[in-house]
């Protein structure tokens, strides 16, 4: 069959619509998703100008084609139908036919529609053995535009499930992610969320007030075991409660304690206070009865550690009888703390504590007159 001029502007005039519904045959029920069909109407000629089917309509093989440019490549769908032209009309449902040899075909031409290249789709019609160009662009119908800028979405039964408002997306019921999020922020009371594992986080930071008392408290007791400079331990496990510088009782006998080596022997029963941080030792007391202590050059006591520690002093006086003094402590020559006592008030018991590093040497001085006084000295160390 040869073309002539008059039937290529026919095929040029072809109406091609996109979601153009015509009469289906009746389906037992309905779904949720469109149909994947396409109508498609054309206008035919013979060679002489004549509409095919002019006199009576006429049934003609037809291979249609669905290209992705306006010439050459191969297609991205076909299928082969018969079709019944009346005085030059026809109107088909592609993806009603049957496959076309081994070219790629589909009754669903849903996909065929997608991808970055959607916009140019070109069919291609095979009449016997004439193919009819130039191709014919597939246009959309005027009301379908506005599919490229969706208002809301809608689920199966018609309700809003996504839709814009204010700038921000709402979504109505659950969201499953399979893949990765990336937010800028996040925001809510967050009183719903479940399943958190903190122990799965790759990076990122809780503030301490976001952390449990007893998160914060072992947390305090670690800087303090490292600030230890004297402590050596290898590993210390915490069976018990733990309080600021000692464990308390009891640890029980089924639980077994190394200590000094990592080789656990014999078990360990404690039933008291242990002291973790340090040990305390008297070094010096005396009542002093009737004297005056008047040189601030001189001192009562002194003494030069070898480990960091605290000396504290305590004084108690009768309160019955006339006296006034003060006393202090100096480190390396420098007054660091002191208490006054008097009479008046009666008896009285002061005490004051001052810290001393190793190798420094404190002393203890006194000016006033004191008729009858206990003073006393200890000394803090810490360490093992």
Not at 85 to 111: R, Y
Not at 226 to 255: D, K
Request: hydrophobic residues 40%; neutral net charge; charged residues 15%.
């Amino acid at each position: 069959m040869k073309m002539i001029p008059q039937l290529l502007n026919a095929i040029a005039r072809l109406c091609a619509a996109l979601l153009l519904m015509v009469p289906l045959k009746a389906r037992a029920e309905g779904t949720a998703n469109p149909v994947g069909k396409v109508a498609y109407q054309g206008f035919l000629t013979d060679e002489n100008g004549v509409p095919l089917g002019n006199s009576s309509p006429v049934n003609q093989a037809v291979i249609f084609r669905i290209f992705s440019a306006a010439t050459g490549g191969t297609p991205k769908w076909a299928e082969q139908q018969t079709v019944t032209m009346d005085k030059g009309h026809f109107s088909v449902l592609l993806g009603g036919g049957s496959p076309n040899n081994s070219e790629p075909h589909t009754a669903d031409l849903t996909s065929i529609f997608a991808g970055g290249d959607a916009s140019e789709r070109l069919i291609e019609i095979t009449l016997g053995a004439t193919t009819i160009l130039p191709r014919v662009q597939f246009f959309p119908v005027p009301y379908s535009m506005l599919a490229m800028n969706a208002r809301q979405l809608l689920d199966e039964n018609g309700n809003t499930i996504l839709k814009t408002v204010a700038g921000k997306v709402n979504i109505t019921g659950g969201v499953g992610v399979s893949g990765e999020v990336t937010a800028q922020k996040y925001s809510g009371a967050g009183g719903g969320l479940t399943g958190l594992n903190a122990s799965t986080l790759a990076t990122g930071t809780v503030p301490d007030v976001r952390l449990s008392p007893n998160v914060l408290g072992g947390i305090a007791i670690a800087r303090e075991f490292q600030n230890l400079g004297e402590v050596n331990y290898t590993t210390l496990n915490v069976t018990e409660r733990v309080n600021a510088g000692s464990i308390q009782s009891p640890i029980l006998t089924a639980q077994r304690v190394g200590i000094g080596t990592t080789n656990i022997g014999s078990t360990l029963e404690v039933f008291e206070t242990v002291s973790m941080l340090k040990r305390r030792q008297y070094l010096w007391s005396a009542r002093v009865q009737t004297s005056w202590l008047n040189d601030p050059n001189q001192h009562l006591i002194g003494y030069t550690p070898t480990s960091d520690g605290f000396v504290t002093m305590t004084v108690e006086n009768s309160g019955t009888s006339s006296e006034s003094y003060d006393m202090w402590i100096k480190v390396d020559g420098v007054r660091m703390a002191a208490l006054s006592l008097n009479s008046i008030g009666g008896k009285q018991a002061k005490s004051i504590t001052v810290p001393v590093p190793k190798g420094s040497t404190w002393l203890a001085a006194a000016n006033g007159y004191v008729t009858d006084a206990t003073i006393a000295f200890y000394w803090t160390e810490l360490g093992k």
